[in-house]
């Protein structure tokens, strides 16, 4: 052989020797989270969140007042539609304001989901208010419309708006899971 074959010999031959690629080891192994549920979701109607009046179906005033909150009527109720049924809880935020409270004295309001009355409770005071009671199972069927109302047992009648009603005032409604 001559150098120059020997030398391309050569060079062919180097060319082809490479270190393999680095190996590692898979990453661990996790058990997920036995309480995480990718599809629970929050089902809250928030009055001040873009589209909320899509929830409605009835005594809810239109009209944001304060970027935050809406009156209500006799019997504000919402549709949320919550993908499962298990381990749902009732919220609803709100308030009994001082002027309509002087006219109607207590107030005692019954809360419901799909109709089912869930509790009723007797407000000695004005002002911000929280409900929260969980919902048994069967009164809601996962991935359908579920109601929620609260209904108001005394109206504050504003003669001087030509006889408008006010219940009270509604921040947040929904279901927590």
């Known amino acids: 052989m001559d150098a120059r074959t020997l030398l391309f010999a050569l060079v062919l031959a180097l060319s082809g020797c490479r270190n393999p690629?680095?190996?590692?080891?898979?990453?661990?192994?996790?058990?997920?989270?036995?309480?995480?549920?990718?599809?629970?979701?929050?089902?809250?109607?928030?009055?001040?969140?873009?589209?909320a009046n899509s929830h409605f179906i009835q005594d809810i005033s239109s009209k944001l007042e304060n970027g935050a909150w809406r009156w209500t009527d006799k019997r504000p109720t919402v549709r949320v539609n919550p993908n499962s049924n298990l381990g749902l809880t009732y919220l609803i935020d709100f308030a009994t304001p001082e002027i309509t409270f002087k006219k109607t004295g207590p107030v005692t309001i019954a809360f419901y989901v799909n109709d089912h009355l869930l509790d009723r409770v007797r407000y000695d005071t004005a002002g911000r208010h929280q409900f929260q009671k969980p919902v048994p199972p069967d009164w809601v069927s996962a991935g359908q419309n579920t109601t929620l109302a609260?209904?108001?047992?005394?109206?504050?009648?504003?003669?001087?708006?030509?006889?408008?009603?006010?219940?009270?005032?509604?921040?947040?409604?929904?279901?927590l899971q």
């Open 21 to 51: 690629p680095e190996s590692y080891a898979p990453p661990a192994q996790r058990q997920p989270f036995e309480s995480f549920k990718p599809y629970a979701a929050l089902r809250i109607v928030d009055m001040a969140a873009p589209g």
């Open 150 to 175: 609260a209904e108001i047992d005394k109206l504050y009648i504003a003669k001087e708006e030509g006889g408008k009603r006010y219940g009270f005032v509604l921040v947040r409604i929904g279901l």
